[in-house]
C-alpha cells in the first residue's frame, strides 16, 4: 500500500524567507507525485506534478519540487514565500499503472508566512 | 474556467438518515472521485468511478456508502445510514482522459456533520 509522509505539521515563516516542505512516500511501483495547495476557504488546487522526466520540476507561483527517487523524496521549494502563500500544502502520490489513479495524500502542511 | 462544483456545502444530519451529497464534474471529464476528510486527518479516498461504474474503492467504502451519476452530469454519494464518524469534509474531483497523467481537479467540498 502506498503512503505519504510530511514531516512538518505547521511552518512559520517570515515573508521573503526560504520555504522547504518535505515529503516521503512509500511505495513498491512507479509513482506520480504531486503537490496541492488549500488557501484559506478555497478548494485544493493543483500547485505542480512529477511523472517522468526531469527531476526538477516548476509549478505555479514560483513553486518547485525536486523527485529524489533514492530517498523516495518530492520536497516543495520556494526561494521567498510572500504573504499570499499562507494555506495549507498537501504532497500526494499514485500509482503510474492501473487506470483509476486514486490519490494517497499526505497529512497536510499547514504554512504561516508573517507580513 | 471549468470547475468542479458540489452541493450542498454543507449538510448536518442525525444519525442513521441517509444523506445524498452532489457533485458536478467538469464536463468533458471521464474519471470520479469521491475523498474526505475528518477534522484534523489526511484527505483518504473513498471510491473511484469510470464507464458508469466503480473501478476502485477503499475500505472505507462499505455497504453503507454508493455512488451514481444519474443523468450524465451529476456525481452523487450516498450514506444510507449515516454515524457520527461520518462527520467530514467530502471533496468530489473528476480527471480528464488523457491517459493516467491528468490532473484531478477538486470541488469545494461537502461539510457533514451527523449530530
Known amino acids: 500500500a502506498q503512503s505519504v509522509s510530511q514531516h512538518n505539521h505547521h511552518v512559520i515563516l517570515s515573508e521573503a524567507a526560504s520555504l522547504e516542505l518535505g515529503c516521503n512516500y512509500s511505495y513498491g511501483g512507479t509513482v506520480n507525485l504531486f503537490w496541492y495547495v488549500q488557501y484559506p476557504g478555497q478548494h485544493l488546487q493543483l500547485l505542480l506534478k512529477y511523472f517522468s522526466g526531469d527531476p526538477l520540476v516548476k509549478g505555479i507561483k514560483g513553486f518547485e519540487a525536486e523527485f529524489i527517487k533514492s530517498k523516495f523524496s518530492f520536497n516543495l521549494r520556494k526561494p521567498s514565500v510572500q504573504w499570499s502563500d499562507t494555506a495549507e500544502y498537501f504532497c500526494?502520490?499514485?500509482?503510474?499503472?492501473?487506470?483509476?489513479?486514486?490519490?494517497?495524500f499526505g497529512s497536510g502542511t499547514q504554512l504561516t508566512v508573517l507580513p | 474556467e471549468p470547475e468542479v462544483t458540489q452541493t450542498p456545502s454543507h449538510q448536518v444530519t442525525q444519525m442513521g438518515q441517509e444523506v445524498i451529497l452532489r457533485c458536478v464534474p467538469i464536463?468533458?471529464?471521464?474519471?470520479f472521485y469521491w475523498y474526505r476528510q475528518i477534522l484534523g486527518q489526511k484527505v483518504e479516498f473513498l471510491v473511484s468511478f469510470y464507464n458508469n461504474e466503480i473501478s476502485e474503492k477503499s475500505e472505507i467504502f462499505d455497504d453503507q456508502f454508493s455512488v451514481e451519476r444519474p443523468d450524465g452530469s451529476n456525481f452523487t454519494l450516498k450514506i444510507r445510514s449515516t454515524k457520527l464518524e461520518d462527520s467530514a469534509m467530502y471533496f468530489c474531483?473528476?480527471?480528464?482522459?488523457?491517459?493516467?497523467?491528468?490532473?484531478?481537479?477538486f470541488g469545494p467540498g461537502t461539510r457533514l456533520t451527523v449530530l
Open positions: 474531483a473528476s480527471r480528464g482522459a488523457s491517459g493516467g497523467a491528468g490532473e484531478q481537479f
Open positions: 464536463s468533458n471529464h471521464l474519471y
Open positions: 500526494a502520490v499514485t500509482s503510474s499503472s492501473g487506470s483509476a489513479r486514486q490519490l494517497t
